[in-house]
Structures are given as structure tokens and as C-alpha cells.
């Protein structure tokens, strides 16, 4: 007799007969699962379930989560990263002197001999500068060499056991590269803040009066008092000293910095002479703009007033009216383009200047001289 026969046919089935059944029915289930899911999903279910096919993510621990390049970058170059205050002396009416902060910003240590690199005009003007360490200590400095043209200075003070950066080479930045951004916005109360960002473009050219800057873009966030203080990559090397931040209304993250590899040989000259060695042509001119140029049917280029009693120029036999149009072949359009070229160069260095005279193009030899210094 099998497990659903009953002896008589009002007799209800065993509570085995149940059981029987429902493990029946589930086997029976399961296999019809397996046998119709390929109908509805495409194929065989593990195979095409992007979730279940994923590689197991093994668990990240909570130090790993924390950890960050950041943090390394700024406990490895924040000590090396000083305040800078530029203290003027002021008569009141009664003719006293005292000393009164003008301004501040920020400086790196690139020297354990007590060198620091800051901006020239962090410092310009100063009576008397005082650098305020990692530890808070406050020491007096020395203004070893400033150079406007560069917008760079170096200090130096007296110290002991000093923190040095590492300065990289920033010919190889890349655009997109994390970058950090290290310095004392608004003061000393904020000393060493931390900003984080990317290279936004390298070689950004920006002119500023009559200097034409070639400059490090960045978004990490560059402000008052961050000027003089460090552009860090990834490997904790400074490869640019924040100097500048676009201020237009409705344009945020775009600050500069200039290159260490370009900063780095007027660093030294700087140490070693006080000064910048800076090629001399011997004139003073104006520039002939492009409206000039069609109005009164001249070329575009610096037009010679007048010329330094033999000077270079003078020996090469520049005259006065004559203008200038290139150096070398390259155009020369305003005193921008022409410093550009002329920083290419050194004192006694020979070049040739093109010049229009009335209409005439003549190539003159000249030999720079150097710059002379106030």
C-alpha cells in the first residue's frame, strides 16, 4: 500500500504523507528554478550577474582608511615652513620711531646653514624682518639677496638644528598631478595650513606690469600670507613657491607658483652674490602697440627714445627712433616679450637686435652688458 492509499475513504492522509510531500514539491522546485532561470536571465545565472561575478573586496582596516599622502606631506615639509614679517619703523607726530608689521607671509628652509626662500614682496620695503619658526620661536633675520624681476629673496638666520625641504624638479610636472599647498594664510594664527589640489597647467605665462611670469597653476588654495611658502608633489619635494592668486569676481582656484627648477639658479646667485646678474641693452624706449602701428603705418615693436652713453646699444649702433621688432629672430612686441628674451641670455653674451629704421630693416651685432645695479 502506498503512502497515500487509506484503508477507508474518509480517512485523512498521515502527517508523513505531508512531509513527504512538501520535500517532494521542493526538490521539484529547485529543479525547475534551475532549469527555467536561464530563460529569464539569458543564460546561466552565475555567469551573467555582474555582482556575483565581482572579486571579493578584502576589508580595508581603519588605519588604512585614515591614511592619506597628505598627512605625510605635511609632517614632512610643515616644519620646514615659516612665517615671514615684514616690520617697518613709523615716526608719529612727535617724531618718535617705532616698529609696526607692515605684512607677512609665508618662507621655506632650504638650507640647514639657516637659508630661506620667500617672495620679494613679502619683504620689500622692510626694516626689519622676523621669521617665526615650527616651535614658535621668533628670530630676527638678515635680507641675504632680493630680486623683483623674479618676485624671489633669500634670507638667512641663526639657528640650530633646522628642518630642510627637499626641492624637486618641477620641468617634470605633469598636469593633474596632486599637489599640496603649504603656508600661513591671513598670519601666524593660521601658520602652516594645508591645502590640497592639483597642477591645473605648467608653464602658465601671466604678465604683471611690465614682468611676464612663467608660473605653476594650481587650484589648492593659495591666499594672503600663503605667498613665499611651499607647492609640495606627492614625494614630499617642493617644486614651487606659492606667489600669486588670481582675484576676479566669480573666479575661484586658480593660484600660481613659480617652478623650483627656475627658481632654483636665481636661489643660488642670490647666496652667493646678494643680486641677480641681468643682461643690459642700454636703452629706454615705448612701445609702438598695434593700433599705433596701423595708425601710423609703422611696425608693432619698442620704440628707441633714448640710449645709454656707450652703453651696448650704443656701441652696436642703435639709433634713437629706431625700432626695435626682435632679438634673435624672435619678435619682440613690448618690453615683456623683449625681458623674456633678453633672460635667455647673459651679460656678454652676443645677440643680434632688428631694427626699423624709417622703413628699413637692418640686423645689428650687440654684445649684452649687465644690467646695472640701484
Same mark, same amino acid.
Given at each position: 500500500?502506498?503512502?497515500?492509499?487509506?484503508?477507508?475513504?474518509?480517512?485523512?492522509?498521515?502527517?508523513?504523507?505531508?512531509?513527504?510531500?512538501?520535500?517532494?514539491?521542493?526538490?521539484?522546485?529547485?529543479?525547475?528554478?534551475?532549469?527555467?532561470?536561464?530563460?529569464?536571465?539569458?543564460?546561466?545565472?552565475? &555567469?551573467?550577474?555582474?555582482?556575483?561575478?565581482?572579486?571579493?573586496?578584502?576589508?580595508?582596516?581603519?588605519?588604512?582608511?585614515?591614511?592619506?599622502? @597628505?598627512?605625510?606631506?605635511?609632517?614632512?615639509?610643515?616644519?620646514?615652513? @615659516?612665517?615671514?614679517?615684514?616690520?617697518?619703523?613709523?615716526?608719529?607726530?612727535?617724531?618718535?620711531?617705532?616698529?609696526?608689521?607692515?605684512?607677512?607671509?609665508?618662507?621655506?628652509?632650504?638650507?640647514?646653514?639657516?637659508?630661506?626662500?620667500?617672495?620679494?614682496?613679502?619683504?620689500?620695503?622692510?626694516?626689519?624682518?622676523?621669521?617665526?619658526?615650527?616651535?614658535?620661536?621668533? @628670530? *630676527?633675520?638678515?635680507?641675504?639677496?632680493?630680486?623683483?624681476?623674479? &618676485?624671489?629673496?633669500?634670507?638667512?638666520?641663526?639657528?640650530?638644528?633646522?628642518?630642510?625641504?627637499?626641492?624637486?624638479?618641477?620641468?617634470?610636472?605633469?598636469?593633474?598631478?596632486?599637489?599640496?599647498?603649504?603656508?600661513?594664510?591671513?598670519?601666524? *594664527?593660521?601658520?602652516?595650513?594645508?591645502?590640497?589640489?592639483?597642477?591645473?597647467?605648467?608653464?602658465?605665462?601671466?604678465?604683471?606690469?611690465?614682468?611676464?611670469?612663467?608660473? /605653476?597653476?594650481?587650484?589648492?588654495?593659495?591666499?594672503?600670507?600663503?605667498?613665499?611658502?611651499?607647492?609640495?608633489?606627492?614625494?614630499?619635494?617642493?617644486?614651487?613657491?606659492?606667489?600669486?592668486?588670481?582675484v576676479i569676481e566669480g573666479v575661484e582656484g586658480m593660484g600660481f607658483a613659480i617652478p623650483i627648477s627656475e627658481a632654483r639658479p636665481i636661489i643660488e646667485e642670490l647666496i652667493e652674490k646678494g643680486y641677480v646678474s641681468r643682461p643690459f641693452l642700454g636703452i629706454t624706449g615705448s612701445v609702438i602697440d598695434e593700433y599705433s602701428a596701423r595708425r601710423w603705418q609703422i611696425p608693432q615693436g619698442i620704440l628707441v627714445r633714448?640710449? @645709454?652713453?656707450?652703453?651696448?646699444?650704443?656701441?652696436?649702433?642703435?639709433?634713437?627712433?629706431?625700432? /626695435?621688432?626682435?632679438?634673435?629672430?624672435?619678435?619682440?612686441?613690448?618690453?615683456?616679450?623683449?625681458?623674456?628674451?633678453?633672460?635667455?641670455?647673459?651679460?656678454? &653674451?652676443?645677440?643680434?637686435?632688428?631694427?626699423?629704421?624709417?622703413?628699413?630693416?637692418?640686423?645689428?651685432?650687440?654684445?649684452?652688458?649687465?644690467?646695472?645695479?640701484?
Amino acid at each position: 500500500m502506498s503512502y497515500f492509499d487509506t484503508e477507508e475513504y474518509g480517512r485523512k492522509p498521515s502527517k508523513v504523507g505531508y512531509f513527504l510531500v512538501a520535500i517532494i514539491g521542493a526538490i521539484i522546485g529547485g529543479l525547475l528554478s534551475l532549469y527555467l532561470a536561464p530563460v529569464f536571465y539569458g543564460g546561466n545565472l552565475m &555567469d551573467n550577474n555582474p555582482i556575483l561575478n565581482q572579486p571579493q573586496t578584502p576589508q580595508i582596516s581603519n588605519t588604512e582608511v585614515d591614511f592619506s599622502p @597628505v598627512v605625510a606631506i605635511a609632517e614632512q615639509v610643515g616644519p620646514t615652513v @615659516v612665517g615671514v614679517s615684514n616690520r617697518g619703523r613709523v615716526s608719529d607726530f612727535f617724531g618718535r620711531t617705532t616698529v609696526t608689521e607692515r605684512g607677512s607671509g609665508s618662507g621655506v628652509i632650504i638650507d640647514s646653514r639657516g637659508y630661506i626662500v620667500t617672495n620679494f614682496h613679502v619683504i620689500d620695503g622692510a626694516s626689519e624682518i622676523i621669521v617665526t619658526l615650527a616651535d614658535g620661536e621668533k @628670530v *630676527e633675520a638678515k635680507l641675504v639677496g632680493a630680486d623683483q624681476q623674479t &618676485d624671489l629673496a633669500v634670507l638667512k638666520i641663526e639657528a640650530d638644528n633646522l628642518p630642510v625641504a627637499v626641492l624637486g624638479d618641477s620641468t617634470k610636472l605633469r598636469t593633474g598631478e596632486l599637489v599640496v599647498a603649504i603656508g600661513n594664510p591671513l598670519g601666524i *594664527e593660521f601658520a602652516r595650513s594645508v591645502t590640497m589640489g592639483v597642477v591645473s597647467a605648467t608653464e602658465r605665462k601671466l604678465t604683471i606690469g611690465d614682468q611676464q611670469f612663467n608660473l /605653476i597653476q594650481t587650484d589648492a588654495a593659495i591666499n594672503p600670507g600663503n605667498s613665499g611658502g611651499a607647492l609640495v608633489n606627492s614625494r614630499g619635494e617642493v617644486i614651487g613657491i606659492n606667489s600669486a592668486k588670481l582675484v576676479i569676481e566669480g573666479v575661484e582656484g586658480m593660484g600660481f607658483a613659480i617652478p623650483i627648477s627656475e627658481a632654483r639658479p636665481i636661489i643660488e646667485e642670490l647666496i652667493e652674490k646678494g643680486y641677480v646678474s641681468r643682461p643690459f641693452l642700454g636703452i629706454t624706449g615705448s612701445v609702438i602697440d598695434e593700433y599705433s602701428a596701423r595708425r601710423w603705418q609703422i611696425p608693432q615693436g619698442i620704440l628707441v627714445r633714448s640710449i @645709454v652713453p656707450r652703453g651696448p646699444a650704443h656701441k652696436a649702433g642703435i639709433q634713437e627712433m629706431d625700432i /626695435i621688432v626682435a632679438v634673435d629672430g624672435e619678435e619682440v612686441k613690448d618690453f615683456a616679450e623683449l625681458t623674456a628674451i633678453l633672460n635667455k641670455h647673459k651679460p656678454g &653674451d652676443k645677440v643680434t637686435v632688428t631694427v626699423d629704421r624709417e622703413g628699413k630693416k637692418l640686423d645689428l651685432p650687440l654684445v649684452l652688458g649687465e644690467m646695472p645695479r640701484e
